[in-house]
């Protein structure tokens, strides 16, 4: 083999497709009993399923992700981004599409392709705003759980996400112990602490207070984007640290030698945050956010309402865990992966931890790394087939 | 003894692996780059677990396909339910801990047996030192001075064969051991073991209480 075979490639041309399910009569019903339907899942996939069924990794996406986890579409300018996990996902990275499966779905209630506030409401023929029901990272999975019904995977050689991502590789340990048999969550939490839910809810009170979000009635009109971009703002915030702020910025002020003394943009963090606000406003749904975050808040898996689906019923699945943090991360910062390490010894689980030692805060989980990959890569190899 | 198919092992490690069951579960307490994991896991089948506080070492022995804790082990092995493991092995580390006899509760709590092995300071080159020149020993195994010496428990085999008696810890064997420090090589003692051993191995088990 020379020396460029060895070179992790890119995961090429990848096409998003749709999968729809719960046509009425027969919607899904949702954790706290509302009924859903028809659903669409987006999801993209990259690589092959064996024969026997046995490669398929189900990547779980982060609150503003999408499915488009890696490679580029048809037709795409060579200029464009690839996937938001493409470091991550292709011939010889990390996940390696020349072994795995490797799938990824937009997240119910997102707006990327699959249900969520901003589909149409067949009932009415309207978008759903907030008629859309509630729904929990529990209802997530199931509706994940489906398109792997549709695609005829019986079981998942792991699930790996990181953030809200890595929630929902939690929850699909707990529902279903038997089909999982690695997961890997990343840079996230079993329950979301009282800070991360504090900015949550700035950011949806900034989304609230847009009188453009009209009580997440603005399909027809101007969008709430003054609000959805202070929430994305705020968010940045947290997915950065405080080292990571000095280095990127310090106190070094945009395109000037002085102080404006006025409201114009003065420093470079002030250009970085408003830079980030506009971008955002372009991509997401201001109601999709305002639905995630809170589906993000309920999540506990310690405290249950259907205790069914909790640490304690996976006693005995042979699920292998690797766990992993990153050292600067303050919105789900290393102690609280600890907790969830301690949790699954607890429940006699197989469980790796390592936090990477990085101080680009919680967002290090995205950025290529390939600390990560090789991590990952080993475990999953690591992993029996069976 | 069960042949020892490995060089690369440090000695002890492969005395303390020909001591391992088959097929049983395994906790590695400062497991460093896992070698002994992966020797256990290939060899004897064993269903092993580590714990490393080094993070670049934790890492490589995750991406090896181990499962391995990065974190403190004081800490770590609190987690565990009673009689996790049928092993818990503490090698070559004792002599650094601050709590030791804590440690070794927790060792006895999680685990059906525990291995231990530490150097042995009442060597006889370390008593010819003190008595002789009145200074802390130092060796080509041990070349700390005392300010900055890691090893802040002097542990004799007779020490600990008096600490098990005194908390009630069964010795289910004692190999005493001379090493090389330069190659993996050593070989097992019996005689004088006191003066002559570099290191000693413990089998602890706990007694039940009545």
């Given at each position: 083999m020379n020396q460029i075979d060895n070179q992790p490639g890119s995961a090429g041309l990848v096409e998003k497709k749709y999968f729809t399910c719960a046509e009425p009569p027969h919607e899904q019903v949702l954790e706290n009993g509302a009924r859903l339907g028809p659903v669409t899942t987006a999801y993209e996939t990259w690589g092959e399923l064996s024969e026997k069924g046995d490669n398929a990794v189900l990547v779980t996406h982060a609150?503003?992700?999408?499915?488009?986890?890696?490679g580029y579409y048809p037709?795409?300018?060579?200029e464009a981004k690839p996937g938001w996990w493409d470091s991550m996902?292709?011939?010889?990275?990390?996940?390696?599409t020349n072994k795995y499966f490797v799938i990824c779905a937009n997240i119910l209630?997102?707006?990327?392709?699959?249900?969520?506030?901003?589909?149409?409401n067949p009932a009415t023929?309207?978008?759903?705003?907030?008629?859309?029901p509630m729904m929990t990272i529990g209802d997530m999975i199931e509706t994940q759980k489906r398109l792997l019904d549709h695609l005829n995977i019986?079981?998942?050689?792991s699930v790996i996400g990181g953030s809200v991502g890595g929630m929902q590789v939690l929850e699909w340990c707990v529902r279903y112990p038997d089909m999982v048999r690695s997961a890997i969550p990343v840079a996230t939490t079993m329950r979301h602490s009282a800070l991360a839910i504090a900015f949550n809810e700035v950011a949806r009170q900034a989304i609230m207070a847009d009188p453009r979000w009209n009580r997440g009635d603005y399909y027809d009109t101007a969008p709430p984007d003054l609000g959805l971009a202070i929430a994305r703002m705020i968010g940045h915030v947290t997915y950065l640290s405080d080292e990571a702020m000095r280095r990127k910025f310090g106190r070094r002020l945009q395109?000037?030698?002085?102080?404006?003394?006025?409201?114009?943009?003065?420093?470079q963090v002030e250009s970085y945050l408003r830079y980030q606000g506009s971008k955002f406003v372009k991509r997401f749904d201001a109601n999709s956010l305002l639905y995630i975050t809170k589906a993000s808040d309920y999540?506990?898996?310690?405290?249950?309402?259907?205790?069914?689906?909790?640490?304690?019923?996976?006693?005995?699945?042979r699920t292998k865990f690797l766990v992993i943090s990153y050292?600067?991360?303050?919105?789900?910062p290393t102690y609280q992966a600890k907790e969830l390490v301690q949790a699954l010894k607890r429940a006699g689980q197989n469980v790796s931890f390592c936090e990477i030692e990085a101080?680009?805060?919680?967002d290090a989980f995205l950025l290529p790394d390939e600390r990560l990959g090789k991590l990952v890569g080993g475990f999953l190899d690591g992993t029996p087939r069976n | 003894m069960v042949p020892l198919?490995?060089?690369?092992?440090?000695f002890d490690l492969r005395v303390i692996s020909s001591k391992i069951e088959p097929g049983t579960r395994v906790l590695d307490l400062?497991?460093?780059?896992?070698d002994l994991l992966a020797w256990l896991e290939a060899n004897k089948q064993v269903s092993g677990t580590g714990i490393e506080q080094d993070k670049e070492k934790a890492a490589h022995c995750i991406g090896r396909g181990l499962s391995v804790l990065q974190g403190d082990m004081i800490e770590e092995v609190?987690?565990?339910?009673?009689?996790?493991?049928d092993y818990v092995i503490l090698s070559q580390t004792l002599q650094q801990v601050y709590e030791p006899a804590r440690l070794l509760y927790s060792l006895s709590r999680i685990g059906r047996r525990f291995i231990v092995s530490f150097p042995n300071f009442s060597h006889y080159v370390i008593r010819m030192q003190l008595l002789?020149?009145?200074?802390?020993p130092k060796s080509e195994e041990l070349p700390y001075s005392w300010y900055d010496s890691p090893n802040i428990r002097v542990i004799t085999l007779k020490d600990f064969r008096k600490f098990s008696h005194d908390v009630g810890y069964r010795i289910v064997e004692e190999i005493a051991i001379i090493t090389d420090y330069k190659s993996n090589q050593g070989r097992i003692i019996n005689r004088l073991t006191n003066w002559r051993a570099t290191y000693g191995i413990f089998i602890i088990e706990k007694q039940s209480t009545r």
């Open positions: 609150f503003s992700g999408d499915s488009h986890a890696a037709g795409e300018s060579p996902i292709g011939p010889g990275k990390g996940l390696d209630g997102g707006c990327m392709g699959s249900t969520g506030p901003s589909s149409i023929g309207k978008p759903y705003g907030l008629s859309f019986a079981s998942l050689h395109n000037k030698a002085d102080f404006s003394y006025g409201f114009d943009v003065d420093f999540f506990d898996l310690v405290e249950r309402n259907n205790s069914a689906y909790s640490l304690q019923s996976i006693s005995g699945s050292s600067s991360d303050w919105l789900y101080d680009c805060g919680h | 198919e490995t060089d690369d092992m440090r400062g497991c460093g780059n896992g609190d987690d565990y339910p009673d009689k996790s493991f002789l020149k009145g200074a802390a």
